[in-house]
């Protein structure tokens, strides 16, 4: 038998699989053929080598790119497995198919595929095809509701639940799927499953499982693994909470003595009920020792309108997020060795959610100039419209308010960048500030696009068209809405 895993990359709450992300979903498959079928070939492919070959008949469209042209990020993430992939799907005897965004955001240099996009492009493709990956769930590109919107009918959808005993073997054995892939990598590393809250209406974290976590142990030797292969960028980011594990501290501890070498380690996920104690106190203190700078904890808020808060059984109220942003910024504010402060919280702000009103957005930008007034420090504000999933509380509901208020959200939304996020950089990284190992990804005419790997980092444009794939150290110029320009630092 032969098998090939067709990455077409995966964006949820709770974990990250766009590149320069690896998510877990290809690497615990792999696992799991490499450990059940050792004698069978097992090939990772991505979404850009079916593009390349379906769309471009092989033809590299970024290759001698002329200086007036544009990165086609629908091509960036090549396997090496992408020259010879007529021959792999030929050969093979089943494609597993990883597909589903759930929370989707703007990619500097990939293209999530999509059900619409792939599905015709494997139609004459003669093998046994699975679809699985947040997609069996939904997937928001297409209102959640992917079945309603294309025929199904060429894919066996399979799960692949894996327990935390199958984790701990397969996420080892399915490192070795990083021979196959010459790009750059951050590692999403997962920590638990579900929720320990589960409440909110919108939300498919509580389909998926109750709320569990791994034994820190098996995530040190994932990490340990990967470490040893030479990956030294990592996130312990799929989970909903990380305050919420039994022992973080001990974990960040023991992840650092294992692999002093770390580039990069961060996390994602924070519900702020959890930092307002005087143990999240203590996790602050050890995130900001053990882990390097840049670091966001993306604080599920939602609103501030107690309203929508009461309608949705939302996570904490505007006081207790209030409460654990003052919390953070006391510990995290500081300014780290690569430039950017150490840990600072981010916000998630969901529009078209129960009870919204043009009253909402009105108690929203209160409580976000408070915290521009009182000099707290936000690193990121996430804006999106709500997806209804079936299985979710909202779902039942219906998509009334999200209808009702649609013509105001683009408005809103250009109020929060221009009032608070603006602002909010400037303070965050003044003018003359050096970020330092930064990543040159794509280019855009005689501009080249760089950012720090780590969770959300910030983009900067620099004037001239560096060598991509390498890193530099920029000192910053200017402020745009949401991102930055720079100047490289020549040794």
């Not at 092989?58 to 993430?77: E, F, H, Q, R």
């Not at 699985?132 to 009918?153: M, N």
């Not at 950017?340 to 929203?364: C, D, Q, R, V, W």
Request: charged content about 25%; some cysteine.
């Amino acid at each position: 038998m032969a098998y090939a895993i067709l990455d077409c990359y995966t964006d949820e709450a709770s974990g990250l699989g766009v590149p320069p992300y690896l998510g877990v979903y290809p690497r615990y498959i792999y696992g799991y053929l490499r450990e059940n079928f050792p004698d069978d070939d097992v090939f990772y492919l991505t979404i850009d080598d079916l593009r390349l070959w379906k769309k471009h008949k092989g033809k590299n469209p970024n290759k001698d790119l002329k200086k007036s042209g544009k990165t086609n990020i629908t091509v960036y993430n090549l396997t090496k497995n992408s020259e010879k992939i007529a021959e792999i799907l030929e050969k093979i005897d089943e494609l597993i198919v990883i597909l589903g965004v759930h929370v989707p955001g703007k990619y500097l240099s990939a293209m999530p595929g999509t059900l619409h996009e792939v599905t015709p492009l494997l139609n004459d493709i003669k093998c046994h095809k699975v679809l699985t990956g947040p997609a069996v769930f939904g997937t928001q590109l297409f209102g959640g509701k992917f079945s309603e919107k294309i025929d199904l009918d060429i894919f066996e959808v399979r799960p692949f639940n894996f327990s935390f005993d199958e984790i701990a073997k397969y996420g080892v054995k399915g490192a070795e799927i990083i021979e196959q892939i010459p790009w750059i990598k951050m590692i999403e590393i997962e920590t638990g499953k579900g929720c320990n809250v589960g409440k909110c209406s919108f939300c498919t974290e509580p389909l998926k499982s109750k709320i569990l976590f791994r034994d820190n142990k098996d995530i040190v030797t994932e990490i340990k693994n990967f470490y040893d292969l030479g990956e030294r960028y990592f996130r312990l980011g799929k989970q909903t909470c990380f305050y919420s594990l039994p022992d973080p501290v001990g974990l960040l501890r023991q992840i650092r003595k294992e692999c002093p070498e770390i580039k990069v380690l961060h996390i994602d996920n924070v519900n702020p009920v959890f930092v307002c104690t005087k143990r999240g106190e203590e996790i602050t203190k050890a995130i900001v020792e053990h882990c390097t700078s840049g670091n966001i904890a993306a604080f599920g808020i939602e609103s501030f309108d107690p309203a929508v808060t009461k309608a949705n059984t939302l996570n904490c109220n505007a006081e207790t997020a209030m409460k654990a942003i003052r919390i953070m910024n006391k510990y995290g504010k500081d300014r780290g060795d690569n430039g950017m402060p150490k840990f600072l919280p981010g916000l998630n702000i969901i529009f078209g959610l129960a009870a919204e009103s043009k009253e909402t957005h009105k108690i929203n930008m209160e409580y976000m100039h408070k915290i521009l007034d009182e000099d707290l420090w936000l690193r990121r504000i996430n804006i999106r419209q709500v997806a209804l999933f079936p299985g979710t509380a909202l779902y039942e509901l219906g998509d009334k308010w999200l209808k009702k208020n649609k013509k105001w959200y683009w408005k809103w939304r250009n109020q929060i960048r221009q009032e608070i996020d603006f602002p909010m950089l400037q303070k965050i990284v003044p003018t003359g500030t050096v970020l330092k190992d930064c990543y040159a990804e794509i280019y855009d005419g005689n501009t080249t696009f760089m950012r720090q790997l780590g969770t959300y980092p910030l983009i900067v444009g620099v004037k001239g068209r560096y060598e991509l794939k390498k890193f530099y150290d920029l000192r910053i110029t200017k402020h745009m809405l949401r991102s930055l320009t720079g100047e490289v630092l020549e040794e």
